[in-house]
T-cell receptor
Framework: RKEVEQDPGPFNVPEGATVAFNCTYS??????FFWYRQDCRKEPKLLMS???SGNEDGRFTAQLNRASQYISLLIRDSKLSDSATYLC???????????FGSGTKLNVKP | DADVTQTPRNRITKTGKRIMLECSQT?????MYWYRQDPGLGLRLIYY???????NKGEISDGYSVSRQAQAKFSLSLESAIPNQTALYFC?????????FGPGTRLTVL
């Protein structure tokens, strides 16, 4: 079983739509959680960390459900510039190894 | 910004050739990582290093070797390249609990 699993998509949405991605992780010892954004052929960049109580950064909201071992990312009022692949990342707490999902591709269309 | 650089950015080589990918960082971080990315598989860890005297295998280290020549430099070598090592390679550092990536090296083995 993969450490981190994501729906590969693509999610095709119109501008202004709200879209949500989920990610599941297999190891209950995982302690730190992140969403990264990756544009085509570029390096991944941190979008936001995911905290136990949930957190929001502008149009982006991340939530964690430890009991069900999943993480979500909600994007409101989608922009064309949000088109990218979103990677779910977990770490077991020693920060030495990070486990990446294969990514969910988002296409925001005019 | 961790200022991670990678060279070369693109490389085409032939089966059986030895090739080295270089990674440098300017912020003095201890932990450095090498990943490869293949379509649909996400990022997979090849090797990681905690300091110049500490090298650890990741999940797919076979066929690769690394050298941590100094705190700032972490090189990845393919001793005898094979076509299934064609991939996008990323170097990364850990800063607190986040990872920052270099721009990547696109390697093609013919």
């Amino acid at each position: 079983r993969k450490e981190v699993e994501q729906d590969p998509g693509p999610f095709n949405v119109p501008e202004g739509a709200t879209v949500a991605f989920n990610c599941t992780y297999s190891n209950s010892a995982s302690q730190s959680f992140f969403w990264y954004r990756q544009d085509c052929r570029k390096e991944p960049k941190l979008l936001m960390s995911v905290y136990s109580s949930g957190n929001e950064d502008g149009r982006f909201t991340a939530q964690l459900n430890r009991a069900s071992q999943y993480i979500s990312l909600l994007i409101r009022d989608s922009k064309l510039s949000d088109s990218a692949t979103y990677l779910c990342v977990v770490n077991r707490g020693n920060f030495n190894k990070f486990y990446f999902g294969s990514g969910t591709k988002l296409n925001v269309k005019p | 910004d961790a200022d991670v650089t990678q060279t070369p950015r693109n490389r085409i080589t032939k089966t059986g050739k030895r090739i080295m990918l270089e990674c440098s960082q300017t912020k003095g971080h201890d932990r450095m990582y090498w990943y490869r990315q293949d379509p649909g598989l996400g990022l997979r860890l090849i090797y990681y290093s905690f300091d110049v005297k500490d090298i650890n295998k990741g999940e797919i280290s076979d066929g690769y070797s690394v050298s941590r020549q100094a705190q700032a430099k972490f090189s990845l070598s393919l001793e005898s390249a094979i076509p299934n090592q064609t991939a996008l390679y990323f170097c990364a550092i850990r800063d607190n609990n986040e990872q920052f990536f270099g721009p990547g090296t696109r390697l093609t083995v013919l």
